[in-house]
């Protein structure tokens, strides 16, 4: 027959090892039970974990067009409402120089009615958001529009000269009562030609006539922003220079009629051409949202896939850290009852 020793300091370090182990077991588990998901991707799944990583990175590219959506929402949003208040401002003249046909003498009235409609427009095409001006294009650190109330303004001095290059004396002068009606129409055509070709960059307006783009979805552009350069804001711009500038001056009725009559078909053009950008954005703001909701979508389904993969059974984690606290606890009592055991107890 053949005995063997017993060490209890074997037994102790042995358990000592095992104590280890769980502990580093327990530490995975605690993970697990607090992420839902598998400590070790690359462990768990082994060759698959590649597929996790790849739609993992494809989630996060979806969740970054998300918010790019959501601040091209913000920006078409915000300028939707100055289209709209341009719109209603470019009514409200409309309505004042349908009224000045039959009341001509009323110069005061109209001239207040266009430069506080050319004050208000100068607010709304200067509108930032995020420190990015709304309606300066691409440029969105550039102001995009003059003010025409400052003397020194570019766009001011470019009407004083245009008006003294046509008629051969100072804007204001006295000389302008011997302006007739057909002269005025004729000024005011070729005024209204150069606010529609090269008298409006870098003179009234600062803005790119290139819009933002954004990409909306992996595969999908839209144009996200307006720009100041429209052809409404020329018009409305014109018709306000025009009305608040011409009518300082001791016009002849058939002059001023002519003012009012072209004013009134430029404004009626205006407001078309403000009415069919609000259409535009209005387009756009829902192709945004219908993305939004595809690429909300997608994302729902790459991370179902991942979750199928990754994602772990939270009563299976809890049980198996209650396990684990249970063979620790034991582990460290059979060691406090080793390390008492001891010769010198059984000695006489």
Do not use: C
């Amino acid at each position: 027959m053949k005995t063997s020793f017993v060490s209890s300091s074997t037994v102790s370090h042995a358990l000592r090892h095992q104590v280890m182990r769980m502990q580093t077991e327990i530490t995975k588990a605690q993970r697990e039970l607090a992420t839902g998901k598998v400590a070790d991707t690359g462990l768990a799944l082994g060759a698959r974990s590649g597929i996790s990583y790849s739609i993992s990175r494809d989630i996060a590219r979806l969740e970054s067009l998300l918010d790019s959506n959501g601040l091209a929402s913000e920006r078409l949003a915000a300028t939707q409402h100055g289209l709209q208040h341009i719109g209603e401002l470019a009514q409200e003249m409309l309505a004042t120089l349908t009224g000045a046909v039959s009341n001509p003498e009323h110069t005061a009235v109209i001239r207040a009615a266009a430069e506080n409609t050319l004050a208000a427009m100068t607010s709304v095409l200067n509108t930032s958001l995020n420190g990015e001006y709304l309606f300066a294009g691409i440029n969105t650190d550039v102001r995009p529009f003059e003010d025409f109330s400052d003397p020194a303004s570019p766009a001011k001095q470019a009407f004083d000269e245009f008006f003294e290059d046509y008629f051969g004396f100072p804007n204001g002068d006295d000389q302008a009562a011997q302006i007739t009606g057909d002269e005025m129409k004729a000024f005011l055509q070729e005024l209204e030609a150069s606010f529609l070709n090269d008298g409006w960059h870098g003179v009234w307006s600062h803005a790119s006539d290139q819009k933002i783009t954004t990409r909306i979805t992996l595969n999908e552009n839209a144009e996200t922003s307006a720009t100041a350069n429209n052809n409404g804001f020329r018009r409305l711009a014109m018709v306000g220079a025009a009305l608040s500038d011409l009518l300082r001056m001791p016009l002849s009725e058939s002059a001023r009629k002519a003012l009012y009559e072209h004013s009134i078909r430029v404004v009626s053009q205006a407001i078309a051409d403000v009415g069919q950008l609000q259409s535009e954005v209005g387009l756009v703001e829902n192709r945004i949202s219908q993305a939004s909701e595809r690429v909300s979508a997608q994302i729902d389904l790459f991370k179902s896939m991942v979750g199928g993969m990754e994602n772990v059974d939270p009563y299976e984690a809890a049980t198996r850290v209650n396990e684990l606290l249970t063979q620790i606890e034991t582990a460290y009592a059979l060691t406090a009852r080793i390390q008492q055991l001891s010769l010198l107890r059984h000695l006489p």
